[in-house]
């Protein structure tokens, strides 16, 4: 009575051996047989990061906070990553994640091996999340889902403190074919500086906060969304002035760089930066006839502890994988201009008759004597 049970224990065991090792003994097509691909995962760094940086802070008189900007920005605009997160979704399974790979990079590029069943995946890749605490992927589970969300706070968000990564690829898997593919890597934050002449003011400290930027990225579909209107708190970004003779910061090279008059700025001027999400591309609202696409609110502390808001309207978008670096000046009561008064403009031959505007912003609104009132709260 007891043979054909222990014969039947035995023929399963060897059954499920056999498919462990040859994945199936019936369907020669073993749809169910993981193939062997290669990942070829490489971080695709293109930013306008020199060239923001030369047009904004390109003089030698500039120098001292361009240098200490780039240092701010190290671990953001950088060109290696340290892990790697990459989900396979397929798509005879209606989307949903059959098999996830994580891996070390330490590198802008590596080569990776993983084992997966042949059919037609929708990767979705993400890097570097564990050096941005206040960012996590969601809803993996489902390729349409899936998303890097900003975690919501009742106070502003710190600023990111490095690049987060993102890719996606369609893949295609077959039978017994090994195959290799390239995974390239593009930054999902970005960053923007404001830089402020403070000639005019005597300033105890300032604090800035930038409005209206993404909160979450759809990784599949490439695209952000702004339900919470998320608030990142820009940290101070400190410069030290170099003790240089008048010849060192002559303007020979190109006298109308930027603007004429920033170069003659006497104390160190005043900088911070934050790092979050884009901006919306396009906005439907306007400060007279310009777009005011997203904001930053300068709170200025004067030396009788006054404090004066700003609402800085920008008009241009804040890209994805890029730099903004907006200049301007503090006035006497700390409101923000972003074209101060000034001796008359005397231009060399052939010179403009003023020198160009920043026109990335659109308006400011001051508030003087401002005193803190309802916190930003988004809803949960």
Not at 143 to 161: E, I
Not at 241 to 270: G, N
Not at 276 to 286: A, D, K, L, T, Y
Not at 301 to 315: A, H, K, P
Request: one cysteine or more.
């Amino acid at each position: 009575m007891k043979f054909p049970r222990i014969f039947s224990i035995v023929a399963l065991c060897v059954l499920a051996g056999a498919a462990l090792s040859g994945c199936a003994l019936v369907d020669e097509r073993q749809d169910d047989c993981p193939e062997e691909i290669t990942l070829a995962c490489s971080i695709n760094m293109v930013n306008n990061e020199e060239e923001e940086l030369d047009e904004k802070l390109g003089t030698p008189h500039d120098r001292p906070l361009r240098e200490a900007l780039e240092d701010y920005l190290t671990d953001v605009f950088a060109t290696t990553t340290h892990e790697v997160d990459l989900l396979f979704y397929d798509q005879r399974s209606r989307g949903k994640m059959t098999y996830r790979h994580k891996d070390v990079m330490d590198a802008g590029q590596k080569v990776i091996t993983v084992r997966v069943p042949a059919s037609d995946y929708r990767v979705v890749g993400v890097s570097n999340l564990s050096a941005v605490p206040m960012l996590s992927l969601k809803d993996e589970e489902s390729s349409a889902g899936a998303a890097v969300v900003q975690k919501l706070s009742a106070k502003a968000v710190p600023s990111h403190p490095a690049a987060a990564f993102t890719a996606r690829k369609r893949i295609l898997v077959r039978d017994r074919d090994d195959q290799e593919f390239d995974m390239y890597f593009y930054m999902a934050n970005s960053a923007a500086a404001l830089v402020l002449n403070r000639d005019s003011c005597d300033v105890k400290s300032i604090r800035a906060e930038y409005i209206g930027l993404g909160d979450t990225f759809k990784v599949l579909d490439s695209a952000y969304s702004f339900d919470q209107q998320a608030v990142i708190q820009a940290d101070n970004v400190d410069a030290s002035p170099y003790a240089v003779s008048e010849e060192d910061v002559s303007m020979e090279a190109d006298p109308f760089i930027y603007d004429i008059f920033w170069e003659l700025w006497t104390k160190m001027p005043l900088m911070v930066c934050g790092v979050g999400f884009p901006s919306p591309n396009v906005s439907s609202e306007v400060v007279g006839i310009y777009p005011k696409i997203w904001t930053i609110d300068l709170y200025v502390t004067l030396e009788d502890d006054s404090v004066t808001r700003s609402q800085i309207y920008i008009g241009r978008p804040l890209v994805a994988g890029s730099l903004m670096i907006i200049k301007g000046w503090i006035c006497a009561d700390g409101s923000f201009t972003p074209r101060p008064e000034h001796e008359p403009y005397n231009p060399g031959p052939g010179g403009p008759d003023e020198p160009p505007a920043d026109t990335t912003v659109v308006g400011v609104s001051v508030t003087l004597k401002w005193k803190q009132g309802t916190e930003y709260n988004p809803s949960v």
